[in-house]
């Protein structure tokens, strides 16, 4: 048998509220993605969701695969519920790249597919409630980029004037999170 087969890949609907680490060294109590599941040691999550995003994430106990998953060549697409009703100009905008910050710098980002929905899919459930509807009118966009700065969806959907309040990721690469109930774990056989 060869190491690569030793190794085991898993997918997961991370709920809202639990950070991507199986460790958290600092004084405040988090809900960890060991709680989740029996994960085996060793176990890693594949780039990261903050806490207060939810969907899709790829853990695996093999660290060359988590760097080959992180790069351009695996698709990320996100469902960004933003603040106010979206524009054609903003998705436009989002499309061609924004200005936004990382690491303190100013990073353009690379041009990514962008698009108005009109509905959410019944699959990506009803998650956290924002907000209620009497405080302002939500949109949903969805993006996909083949990069992965922090926090980028959202200081990009800020950037054009449209601030996320929820954000779920539903695919990287061709693994996809339709099927999956939130807190579900998968054992997955590749990437």
Known sequence: MSEQSNHKHFKLYKPH???SQFIYEKKRNKRKLGELYNFPEGTMAIGRLDENSEGLLLLTT????????????????????????????????LRTGVEIGVKGEK???KPCEAELLECLPDWVGEGRRVRDERHGPTSWVRIVLTEGKF?????????????????????????RLEGLSVGEVVEVKEF
């Open 17 to 19: 509220g639990y950070i």
């Open 151 to 175: 926090r980028q969806v959202r200081k990009m959907t800020a950037n054009v004037g449209f601030p996320t309040l929820r954000l779920v990721r539903v695919r990287i690469g061709n693994h």
């Open 107 to 109: 990073y353009m980002t």
């Open 62 to 93: 093999d660290g060359m695969m988590s760097e080959i998953v992180r790069g351009a060549k695996y698709e990320k697409e996100y469902y960004a519920q933003v603040d106010g009703m979206i524009t054609d100009e903003a998705v436009a905008l």
